[in-house]
């Protein structure tokens, strides 16, 4: 879990420095990039399904609604390769869904015992 948090703490600086510099990566540094961190999502998207019935129904909806829309649009993106027009607004939706990443399973305990 500690390996996990840390490479996700890592997408977030490394999206938004490729937010800011969208034609400063070659193609397949772009395509690793998005392919790392759709993993990242994915153990996210599957706690919040095995804990569905928890308190907080509507936040766990809008972030699962969220981050399925970033798996596919980065899916997407990682076939595609480079030349995605807004690609540098995604590389932003993406370090915050690194940071929801984060956020979620540092107070996953708290919100787990209440």
Known sequence: MLA???LSSLLIPANLWAA???HLHSDL???VLHGLS???LLPLLLALWRQRHRDLRL???VLGVFLIVMVAVNLWITAMGMGVQFGWLDHVFLAI???CVLTYFFFE???VRS
């Open 38 to 40: 759709t993993l990242v």
């Open 4 to 6: 996990y948090l840390v």
């Open 59 to 61: 936040a766990a909806l």
């Open 29 to 31: 540094s772009m395509r």
């Open 97 to 99: 869904a690194c940071s």
């Open 20 to 22: 800011i510099t969208p």
């Open 109 to 111: 305990p708290s919100l």
